[in-house]
């Protein structure tokens, strides 16, 4: 598959502590924790979004535009018909407690800690 110029999660591997927080927010499943290190495994699953960015306690992760593989939905799709349950954690609001099966949740930073937080509870964090 030919390569082409496009944004794609880069991952300091200096800087990366292994604590994983970023593999649950990549939905495609591009990121995998591999000797202790957080890792892009195939860049045709990258869709370039950067969900895992915000999670990020270290600030290891960002965005960068390069030669990279196309990105695949076929792939994905192919990835997550093999995914259950056991690949992943579901990550919870950390004011309400609701998961991510039960309401729509967002990674933000509060207080110098990557935390998630559900939509219902995101007003409140706004505005105190």
Known sequence: M??????????DE????????????????AIKIVDGKAKVIKEELCDGAGFCLGVCPTGAMSLETREAE???E???????????AAHFELQKCFSCDRDEMAAPLLACRKQGNSVWVCTKCLPALIHG
């Open 14 to 29: 200096e800087l990366c502590n292994g604590c994983g927080n970023c593999v649950a927010p990549c939905a495609e499943g």
């Open 70 to 72: 196309p990105f695949s």
């Open 74 to 84: 076929a792939a994905v799709e192919a990835f997550q018909s093999q995914k259950t």
């Open 2 to 11: 030919s390569k082409i110029n496009r944004q794609i999660v880069s991952i």
